[in-house]
Each structure stands twice: as structure tokens, then as C-alpha cells.
């Protein structure tokens, strides 16, 4: 296996296709009339309206046949599922942990991790936040705490390990406030915000004797680790003959528990979990997934999706998987960086970002030009892609103000095992021509704004000069 990455430069898809979905094509003016509808935001686009997929890359992979054949036996029975069993042995046998709790989807592990161990006043440091991660810390009475290295705040920062926590933030914060205000350090593996970038076993080694000493567990985003795991492999010096499995394995025995997004990593549609080491935190979270999710043996999932999760962990670890899927992201970013855009380096695992801010130098922050090239892009070519800036990064809620963070991003997300090389091609090729004109972008006034995580659901209207 090994040998497939290190003695080739070029990748193939490691499947061939027994299933395709047909996609349909709209014109500009059809698309200049939905994205006016849409309120210029393209999580309210139809899906049938869309050509190519880019907003995420969650919930959007093609599952295998052996995943497929796994529905079949899924058991659905209300309690004791045989898939929950299934799940918990490739978990403990993968990831590690001992013991497993289903969740509908990552939040749902996060909103009881944080319901157990936040209390009001606290402080939650992390490697940058994310959008629910952080909403779920804040909802619990936990403020978060940017620590990661400085490299991640600048697109430009060719830094292999950007995920890396930077320990003098972490020690400046735990000095200040102590480490009884810190119930757990926030680890994401493939920071997603700072563009899916990984943090070093060298630094998560640093990390985990610091938190040892000052009695502060550590608590994984696992979302993206194997992706990560593939970049330590790929630069981290000893690691390269060692297969991912081993090193998923080393960075979850240096932390205590995580939680997961399996939507990402592990090839389903839908699905997460939390999975830790303390059994009296397992058992309370045992008993507040039943008040959110489902009885603790299923957590919102249907017995055939946890099956198809436990096949996804094996197929997510095979090294020509990876290989495949990060070679995709890496090629798509060639080209644009090659047509002059401007974009989020190193290239991370699960997609391109897009430094909307460079490109569109003539828009204000608060005229959110991440959000407004995302429509621009849809109007182009029918390509749906995500705002990472201004709009996600919301208000802080003590002042009220938008946040304005450094990163202004459009993410072109890479759905795993989906899309061609034609279709990169056809995607490079619209947002090169829309960088040629890109003066012509406008930027967008909010004039719809919710409460929570107001990107998804927020409505714009055109700035006109
Ligand atoms: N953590 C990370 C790093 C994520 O990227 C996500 C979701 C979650 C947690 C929450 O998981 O959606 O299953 O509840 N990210 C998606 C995205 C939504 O598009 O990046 P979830």
C-alpha cells in the first residue's frame, strides 16, 4: 500500500463507477433569477438548480458497494442494534477510545461534550473555531479561545502544520485564568476555518504533555483526522512508512476523547459520534443522549447508517483512498493558482480556498465579498460554493459587531469520491474567467440576519453604486 504513494506522483481514482447521477445545466439568466431569490446565499439554492457541488463536502460522499450492501443489514431494532456493536469494535479498534456514543451528526456529540463539561464561566481553547463547535461552547457558558499558530491567519503562509497549537497562547490563557477554568482543550484535526489544515504529531505531543501536566484533557474534532493523518505521513519526518491507521491511532491515544462529524472522513451521508476514555463521562453522556438523540444505542441514526459508518472507517484508512482524494483537491487548486487566483496555501485535504479578500480588494469586509463571489461563481457557471468569512465568523457577542476575522474565504469543498477531473477542469475554468472581471463584482448588504450560525439561513441584496 504504502508504495502506491511513495513511487508514484500521479493518483487515479482507486473505484470505477457502477452509478451515476445526471446533472442538469440552467443558463445565466436562470441562475442571475435563483440567486436573487436566494437571497444571495447559496445555502438556499435548490440542489436541482446546481451543476457542480462544491458547498461541502459533508454528508456528500458516494458511498461504495460493500457501504450499500451494509444498508441491507441494517438492524432496526429500537435498542441493542447488532450495528451498534459493529461500530463500537471498529472505533475501539481504529480510533482507539473505549467506549461509543451514536449522535445524529457531529453537533449532536458536541452539544452534549459541551453540556457535560462547560460550565458558565469557563474557557474553551482551540485550534480556531468552528462554527457549531463554538456555538455549542457558547451556548454551554464557555468562552472560546483562538490558540492557534499565527501561520493559520495568513493565506499566504506556505507553513506545512497551520492546525498546530501554538503552546505560549494556550500557557498565556491557562496562567491567566487557571487551568480549573479550562475544562478541555479543543483539537480539530484538518482545521477546516483555516482552510483543512493539520496540526504535527510533534506538536499534539507538546500539546498533550503540557495538558498532562496541568490536569486539562484534551478533546478531538476527529471530523478530518485521517485527512490529516495522510499530511502527517506525507511531512512529517519517521512517519512516512507508517500506514494511516497507525498514525490515527497515535493522535487519538494522545488525547482523551472526541468528538465526530463521520459525515466527512468516514463516507456516509449521515452520522457521528462521541467516543472517550473516562467512563463516568460516558455514562452521563449515555443519559443526555437520550433527552437529544435516540437511546444510547442508536443516537438518532438508523441501525443501516451505523452500518455503513463502521465499513466507511476501513475504506476512509485505505492509503489509495486518500491518495485520490487529496490528489483531486490539490489538482483543482493547481490550476487556479497557475490562472493567478488567489488561494489558500498549502493546499489542504478537503478543498480550495478561495482569499476573497485579494481577490476582490474593492469590497469592504462588511460588504462581505466572500459571500459576494460566492454568488458571482453560481451565476457564472452553476458552481455552488461556501462563504468562510465575515458571514460565518458572525458577532461577538460582546460588542455586537461583526467579527470580521483576517480569513475572508470562499471554499470550494471537494465531495469524496463524486466528481471527475472534467469537472475541475470546467471549475477552474469559470472562476479564472470571473477573476479576469472581476472588478465587475458588487458587493451585498445582510438584510436578513438569524439568530444562530446566521450563515446558513442569512438573505442579501446587492450593493449598487
Ligand atoms: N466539526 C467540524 C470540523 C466540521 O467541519 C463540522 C461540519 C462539524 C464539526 C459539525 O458536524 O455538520 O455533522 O453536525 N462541517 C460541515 C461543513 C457542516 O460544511 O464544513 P455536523
Given at each position: ?6 513511487s ?13 447521477e445526471?446533472?442538469r ?22 440542489s ?31 435498542a441493542?442494534?447488532?450495528?451498534y ?8 479498534n ?15 456529540a458536541?452539544?452534549i461534550l459541551s453540556?457535560l ?12 473555531y ?19 499558530v ?23 490563557l491557562v ?29 499534539l ?37 507508517r ?16 468528538t ?18 473516562d ?10 443522549a ?20 463502521a ?34 496555501k ?32 453560481y ?6 460554493t461556501?462563504?468562510?468569512g ?37 471549475i ?14 458588487q ?21 449598487s453604486?
Amino acid at each position: 500500500m504504502d508504495e502506491t504513494i511513495a513511487s508514484k506522483s500521479s493518483w487515479a481514482e482507486p473505484f470505477k463507477i457502477k452509478m451515476v447521477e445526471l446533472l442538469r445545466v440552467t443558463t445565466r439568466q436562470e441562475r442571475e433569477r435563483i440567486i436573487a431569490e436566494a437571497g444571495y446565499n447559496t445555502f438556499l439554492i435548490r440542489s436541482r438548480d446546481v451543476y457542480i457541488d462544491l458547498l461541502t463536502d459533508s454528508g456528500t460522499a458516494a458511498m461504495s458497494d460493500r457501504q450499500w450492501a451494509g444498508l441491507m443489514l441494517g438492524d432496526e431494532a429500537y435498542a441493542g442494534s447488532e450495528n451498534y456493536y459493529h461500530l463500537e469494535k471498529a472505533v475501539q479498534n481504529y480510533y482507539g477510545y473505549k467506549f461509543l456514543l451514536p449522535t445524529h451528526q457531529g453537533r449532536g456529540a458536541e452539544n452534549i461534550l459541551s453540556q457535560l463539561l462547560i460550565k458558565p464561566g469557563d474557557y474553551v481553547p482551540g485550534n480556531m473555531y468552528f462554527t457549531t463547535t463554538r456555538l455549542h461552547q457558547e451556548r454551554a457558558g464557555g468562552a472560546f479561545v483562538d490558540v492557534i499558530v499565527d501561520e493559520a491567519h495568513d493565506p499566504q503562509s506556505d507553513y506545512p502544520f497551520k492546525g498546530n497549537v501554538d503552546i505560549a497562547k494556550l500557557d498565556r490563557l491557562v496562567r491567566e485564568v487557571g487551568p480549573r477554568r479550562v475544562p478541555y482543550v479543543s483539537l480539530e484535526g484538518n482545521v477546516n476555518m483555516a482552510g483543512g489544515q493539520p496540526f504535527s504529531m510533534a506538536n499534539l505531543k507538546e500539546l498533550h504533555a503540557y495538558c498532562r501536566q496541568h490536569g486539562i484533557p484534551i478533546m478531538l474534532d476527529a471530523t478530518r483526522t485521517i485527512e490529516n493523518a495522510f499530511f502527517i505521513k506525507e511531512r512529517e519526518r519517521g512517519y512516512a512508512s507508517r500506514s494511516l491507521a497507525r498514525i490515527l491511532r497515535e493522535i487519538c491515544d494522545l488525547t482523551d476523547g472526541a468528538t465526530m462529524s463521520a459525515k466527512k472522513d468516514l463516507l456516509v451521508n449521515i452520522g457521528g459520534f462521541l467516543a472517550c476514555n473516562d467512563e463516568d463521562l460516558f455514562k452521563r453522556a449515555q443519559n443526555l443522549a437520550v433527552v437529544y438523540e435516540g437511546l444510547h444505542t442508536y443516537g438518532g441514526l438508523a441501525g443501516r447508517d451505523m452500518e455503513a459508518m463502521a465499513i466507511g472507517i476501513e475504506e476512509a484508512l485505505m492509503e489509495e483512498h486518500q491518495a485520490a482524494r487529496i490528489g483531486q483537491v490539490r489538482y483543482l487548486g493547481a490550476k487556479l493558482e497557475a490562472a493567478g487566483v488567489p488561494i489558500v496555501k498549502p493546499i489542504g485535504s478537503h478543498g480550495v480556498f478561495i482569499d476573497a479578500a485579494t481577490f476582490l480588494p474593492h469590497l469592504d469586509r462588511d460588504e462581505y465579498p466572500a459571500q459576494a463571489l460566492a454568488a458571482a461563481i453560481y451565476v457564472d457557471s452553476g458552481v455552488r460554493t461556501m462563504e468562510r468569512g465575515n458571514v460565518s465568523a458572525g458577532r461577538d457577542p460582546e460588542t455586537g459587531l461583526n467579527r470580521r476575522p483576517n480569513l475572508e474565504l470562499v471554499r470550494l469543498t471537494i465531495p469524496r469520491r463524486v466528481y471527475t477531473q472534467a469537472h475541475m477542469d470546467v471549475i477552474a475554468e469559470s472562476i479564472a474567467n470571473l477573476y479576469a472581471r472581476r472588478t465587475d463584482i458588487q458587493g451585498l448588504r445582510m438584510v436578513h440576519e438569524p439568530q444562530y450560525l446566521r450563515f446558513f439561513q442569512a438573505r442579501f441584496e446587492t450593493i449598487s453604486r
